[in-house]
């Protein structure tokens, strides 16, 4: 089982948190527990994650995706996923999410500016 890395890149009201490795029930808190940390205060409205070094997601990872999207749009936020591995696609896309989470330009090239 590979660990979970976050590392995070942040500017003025937007946050690029980069994810290495698996989010499965092992990892999904420590993810879960990163990203609240870094949208809890009014600084950030825009989190963009980048996951293209996901190396496996399975649905404990998704109800994070969805609790972080969730807890942004009530504070008028916005989630943004790009890079998608191919785990995290198939994932999304098997659980029809794939339109739902994915705002940025399903692009593997370079992140959107805020």
Same mark, same amino acid.
């Given at each position: 089982m590979e660990s979970l890395n976050v590392?995070?890149?942040?500017?003025?009201? =937007?946050a690029v948190a980069h994810l290495r490795g698996e989010i499965d029930l092992a990892t #999904?808190?420590?993810? !879960?527990?990163s990203l609240d940390t870094m949208i809890e205060g009014p600084s950030v409205s825009a989190l963009e994650l980048? *996951?293209?070094?996901?190396?496996?997601?399975d649905c404990s990872g998704l109800r994070v995706l *969805? #609790?972080? !999207?969730?807890?942004?749009? =009530?504070?008028g936020g916005t989630l943004?996923? #790009?890079?998608?591995?191919?785990s995290a696609e198939r994932l999304l896309t098997a659980?029809? *999410?794939d339109d739902h *989470?994915?705002?940025c330009?399903?692009?593997r090239g370079p992140l959107a500016p805020a």
């Open positions: 590392t995070v890149e942040t500017e003025p009201r =937007r #999904a808190e420590l993810l !879960k527990t980048d *996951l293209s070094q996901v190396s496996f997601i *969805l #609790a972080v !999207k969730r807890s942004l749009q =009530r504070r943004s996923l #790009a890079h998608l591995s191919p659980a029809g *999410l *989470l994915v705002e330009a399903r692009g």
